[in-house]
């Protein structure tokens, strides 16, 4: 069971590598691809209220590497020689406290048992993929419940004698 104080750490080209939609973004422009992505983990975060970091390995791009908000989420560019999978173990091991769960989304299965040597559960690109698609189908559904608890505002100011008169009119009764 996920906590909002939990967080749950991403490794972003392998979630782009992963999921079909990003897959094919990712062949036509990367950056669409990356965009896609953070914005269906901001809406994941939105509806879980986890933390959500995203990992994008720029290990073979020469720089100190960048860490900035965008849609709310924490993105992590690594720094040169640094490697997503190193970058997220580290995350991991900062971020450990009893309270809070560290969930670590890779299809890597090397990755994965590093992140759960470290103490983070971990979750597969399908299966973090499912979830979204189970949170934003219950998303739509109270939109759906929303729309259907309209009330009659006017209905519950009136005096009953005027509730009458508009029954009356209603039925064509003068």
């Known amino acids: 069971m996920k906590r909002r104080d939990d967080v749950l750490l991403v490794d972003g080209y392998n979630m782009i590598g992963a999921w079909p939609e990003l897959a094919a973004l990712r062949d036509k422009e990367l950056e669409d691809a990356r965009d896609r992505l953070l914005e269906l983990l901001a809406d994941y975060q ?44 580290r995350l991991a091991s900062d971020l450990a406290m009893r309270s809070r769960n560290i969930h670590v989304a ?32 219950a998303i739509e559904q109270r939109v759906v419940e929303q729309r259907n608890k309209v009330r009659n505002e006017l209905d519950g100011n009136l005096s009953m004698d005027v509730r009458m008169k508009l029954e009356k009119l209603r039925r064509g009764k003068s």
Do not use: W
Request: aromatic share 6%; with cysteine.
């Open 46 to 89: 939105g509806f879980t209220g986890m933390t959500v970091i995203v990992v994008f390995d720029a290990h073979q791009v020469p720089g100190v590497g960048s860490t900035f908000k965008q849609h709310r989420l924490t993105v992590v560019y690594t720094k040169e020689r640094e490697t997503a999978d190193a970058c997220i173990e």
């Open 106 to 137: 890779t299809s890597d299965l090397v990755e994965q048992h590093v992140a759960f040597g470290k103490g983070a559960l971990r979750i597969s690109a399908r299966e973090l993929l499912i979830e979204i698609k189970q949170n934003r189908k």
